[in-house]
């Protein structure tokens, strides 16, 4: 069957799927950079990755294919709680942004092999920034999600068990608290905690959620629809 030329421009012109697409592939290879960003600030990686970091002390496998795996078990809970949260920025996560994350830290490290206090600072706050925005992005172009932001959404928008902001904290939290449990039942020591918690941990933790939301309404739907759209 031959789609009308007509018709298939108004499908991309109604549904702004150029655009959908754009911020979708933007936005999850961006939260890869963000990652690498974290992880030479060392002041403690972002909620999810504090998770992985502390699986990867215990599994001795590359950190990227133990992402894929780990991904691949949450991808198990959308297919059975909400299939809509899968889509083109889910496999993107889930087969790359573990090897954009090392890319990015071993270029850090190359460029900047030595940093101080104000170095490290300020890739945390490089690393916070990109990773909210780029997540409202992605989130808004509601083509697929992380696996991990797929927890979230769907205890949220499907079970409506509480606003998605507030969820997202507890899920952050969670992942946080089992990330720093596996680091020290592989014998990690205090000193070296920085790796899996810290000042940047705690505030992704807390602000994360509320700082998606507000990049979503003043950037990301703007830039899809042309205009700031109204809170429901």
């Given at each position: 069957?031959i789609?009308?030329?007509?018709?298939?421009?108004?499908f991309f012109k109604k549904?702004h799927m150029v655009?959908?697409?754009l911020?979708?592939?933007?936005?999850v290879?961006?939260?890869?950079?963000?990652?690498?960003f974290?992880k030479?600030?060392?002041f403690?990686?972002?909620p999810?990755q504090?998770?992985m970091?502390g699986?990867?002390?215990v599994?001795?496998?590359d950190?990227?294919?133990l992402?894929v795996?780990?991904n691949m078990?949450?991808?198990?809970?959308?297919?059975?709680?909400?299939?809509?949260?899968?889509?083109?920025?889910?496999?993107?996560?889930?087969?790359?942004?573990?090897?954009?994350?090392e890319?990015?830290l071993?270029t850090?490290?190359?460029?900047?092999?030595?940093?101080?206090?104000?170095?490290r600072s300020?890739?945390?706050l490089?690393?916070i920034l990109?990773i909210?925005?780029?997540s409202?992005f992605?989130?808004?172009a509601?083509i697929g999600?992380s696996t991990?932001d797929a927890?979230a959404?769907?205890i949220s928008?499907?079970w409506?068990?509480?606003?998605?902001?507030?969820v997202?904290?507890?899920?952050d939290?969670?992942?946080?608290?089992l990330?720093?449990?596996?680091y020290f039942?592989?014998?990690?020591?205090l000193d070296?905690?920085?790796?899996?918690?810290?000042?940047g941990t705690?505030?992704?933790a807390?602000?994360?959620?509320?700082?998606?939301?507000?990049?979503a309404?003043?950037?990301?739907?703007?830039?899809?629809y042309?205009?700031?759209?109204?809170e429901s």
């Amino acid at each position: 069957m031959i789609i009308p030329m007509d018709k298939l421009k108004s499908f991309f012109k109604k549904d702004h799927m150029v655009k959908r697409i754009l911020m979708s592939v933007f936005g999850v290879l961006i939260c890869g950079i963000a990652v690498g960003f974290f992880k030479r600030a060392m002041f403690g990686v972002d909620p999810f990755q504090s998770l992985m970091a502390g699986l990867d002390c215990v599994i001795p496998i590359d950190f990227g294919t133990l992402y894929v795996i780990v991904n691949m078990i949450m991808l198990l809970f959308s297919l059975i709680f909400d299939r809509h949260y899968i889509g083109l920025a889910t496999f993107i996560n889930l087969f790359l942004i573990g090897y954009i994350a090392e890319f990015s830290l071993n270029t850090l490290k190359n460029f900047f092999p030595d940093l101080g206090l104000v170095g490290r600072s300020v890739c945390l706050l490089i690393g916070i920034l990109i990773i909210c925005v780029a997540s409202s992005f992605y989130m808004t172009a509601d083509i697929g999600v992380s696996t991990y932001d797929a927890v979230a959404l769907i205890i949220s928008n499907t079970w409506h068990v509480w606003k998605f902001k507030y969820v997202r904290i507890i899920t952050d939290c969670v992942c946080v608290a089992l990330g720093v449990g596996l680091y020290f039942l592989s014998g990690g020591k205090l000193d070296g905690i920085g790796a899996v918690i810290g000042a940047g941990t705690v505030i992704t933790a807390f602000f994360m959620g509320p700082l998606v939301d507000f990049f979503a309404s003043k950037l990301a739907k703007p830039f899809l629809y042309g205009k700031v759209q109204k809170e429901s």
